[in-house]
């Protein structure tokens, strides 16, 4: 019986690994970097570039 649940935990635990290692090589590809990228330029453009303008303080 012990063995069973030790095999059974085992299991578990290599699927959920597995699962999180997709997850990251997707999350991490070059495509996904790519987008985020594209994103951040965009939303620059967008807003004037709020980021750089609002670095002189109150104004």
């Known amino acids: ?3 069973q649940i030790t095999n059974t935990m085992e ?3 290599n699927w ?3 699962a999180v ?3 990251s090589d997707w999350v ?3 495509a996904m970097v790519a987008l ?3 994103a951040a330029f965009y939303f ?3 807003t004037r570039f709020v980021q750089v303008r609002r670095f002189g303080g109150d104004g």
């Open 21 to 23: 290692n997709t997850f």
């Open 36 to 38: 985020c990228l594209i």
């Open 28 to 30: 991490w590809s070059p």
């Open 16 to 18: 959920f690994v597995s």
């Open 11 to 13: 299991n578990i635990h």
């Open 1 to 3: 019986m012990h063995f």
């Open 44 to 46: 620059s453009f967008c």
